[in-house]
């Protein structure tokens, strides 16, 4: 099981699609006794992966002691982070304090790009100094790329650049139109896009030897299985079910994008929240409307409960963005296209 702790709002940058809003450091965020009770909780409620985020989670002062907390509990601690602040000293802390893996986000092979939609100048050279940093210090890492319309052609480039700077992995997450992400909704991919661009990383994933992973895009488990490609991966959406996340002040939700409160840890244990909440019991029965109720790939992939509740208001209503929804018969060409 995998649990996110936005360990605070305070970032160095103003990312076009950042679903915190982050920037600004909230009042009352979780402090440090707070936090190693609530990795305490997390980790007698079994879950086993932690990642700390943000914001930028390198902007809290206690993270090492944070980390360092988690490992001793007997999690794995990794990150998401900009990477901008990974000096090599930094590095070697974090992997002395049982930081097991870094996801660094890369949008574009091309920095001009990619600075403009952190809107940090410099951004792209911070990121692959920070990766050049933890490849020094031994510190496993993987490259996350946030997909638009605007750079969705420059997938499989950005696997092969992952490849050659010493990445474990690419993950490529899929727009939910979420916080600041509201403002560029615009630009996401749609249904036929998505289809296309899933079966290219599928394809891709034969050619090279690091994984790939699509993120809030849970039908790369059904086209998998269409393709005959195996992956470690059970089911596509987690959330609720073997996932949530938890924000700087407390709120527990069932994932960075579906944002209704399940809780709060600051009023009620986090395992009471994983276990009584009334959200987390509902995506756990699985029963989902229209074509995903339908679909004979339903268990393995789910839709996209945040997509779903953006634009219908009901996160059991089928995923809007998917191609297939349970049709016999469906096929994919070698393009992608139907």
Known sequence: MIISWNTTNACNMYCKHCYRDAGIKAAEELNTDEGMALIDQIAEAGFKIMIFSGGEPLMRDDIFTLVKHARERGLRPVFGTNGTLITPEVAKKLKDSGAMAMGISLDSVDPDKHDKFRATPGAWQGALQG?????????PFQIHTTV??????????????????????????FLVPTGRAVDIAEESLRAEQYEELLHRIMKKQG???????????????????????????????????????????????????????????????????????????????????GGCGACEYKKICGGCRARA???????????????????????????GSN
């Open 131 to 139: 990766m050049k940093a933890c490849r020094g210090a031994g510190l």
């Open 148 to 173: 638009m319309d605007w750079n969705m052609a420059e997938v499989e480039n950005l696997t092969d650049l992952a490849e050659e700077i010493g990445a474990v992995g690419h993950h490529i997450f």
């Open 207 to 289: 050619e090279t030897k690091i994984e790939l992973k699509p993120t809030c895009a849970p039908q790369f488990m059904r086209i998998a299985s269409q393709m005959g490609i195996k992956t470690r991966f059970s089911k596509g959406c987690l959330a609720g079910i073997s996932y949530c996340i938890i924000s700087p002040v407390g709120i527990v939700q069932p994932c960075a994008y579906l944002n209704i409160p399940a809780g709060n840890v600051r009023e009620k244990p986090f395992g009471d929240i994983w276990r009584d909440s009334e959200i987390f019991k509902n995506l756990r029965t699985e029963e989902y409307k």
């Open 309 to 335: 509740y953006y634009y219908s208001n009901d996160y059991m209503a089928e995923e809007p963005w998917c191609l297939y929804q349970g049709r016999k018969g469906y096929k994919i060409n070698e393009d």
